[in-house]
């Protein structure tokens, strides 16, 4: 009795093992063949997943479906599948070139003197400075920082790190 039980229960088991197949699918750049995080996926309009960090993602669908992949910065991707399929399917997306407009920066004050005639003080940084500290010490804002007058980077924690921005005397609180 208990073999027969068993038996039923395993093939119970195997038939709803074999209902639950989920179709995976890997998402890359077309030229570097790098994953794409993000990317969602769509059928009939309707979000059904998006990649994760490692470009992966899976469905749990049947029948025969047009996929649509969208990723900023890259080509819609139409794909055309009858699932489940027991291939891993990858999708390589092409990239699309994202042109900006030029910004123009405005600054304001309450005044209406030029900025050049203002008591305010102003100081900007160009890219010459910008390079030379990169080369100094690389990833480091505090040392761009700590080049604009009245304002000073105090280090609170040599192991960590960690450090106050002190900007006309004030703590970095304020």
Known sequence: MKIKLSIIVLLFVCKVLSAQQKTFII?????????????????????????????KTFLNLEGNHLLEFTAI?????????????????????KSEPIHLEEVIIISSTRTNQRIENAPIKVE???????????????????????????????QSSAVSGNANVRIQGLDGRY
Do not use: C, H, W
Not at 27 to 55: A, E, M, R, W
Not at 86 to 92: F, P, T
Not at 126 to 154: C, F, H, R, Y
């Open 124 to 154: 900007v940084l160009g890219s010459e400075e910008m390079q030379e500290e990169s080369t100094v010490k690389p990833a480091n804002v505090l040392g761009i920082i700590g080049d604009a007058s009245g304002v000073q980077v105090q």
């Open 73 to 93: 910065g890259y080509q819609k991707q139409l794909f055309k599948i009858s699932l489940p399929d027991k291939n891993i399917l990858e999708i390589r997306l």
């Open 27 to 55: 998402i890359t750049d077309d030229s570097t063949k790098l994953p794409i995080p993000s990317v969602t996926v769509t059928v009939d309009n309707k979000v059904i997943g998006q990649s994760d960090i490692n470009g």
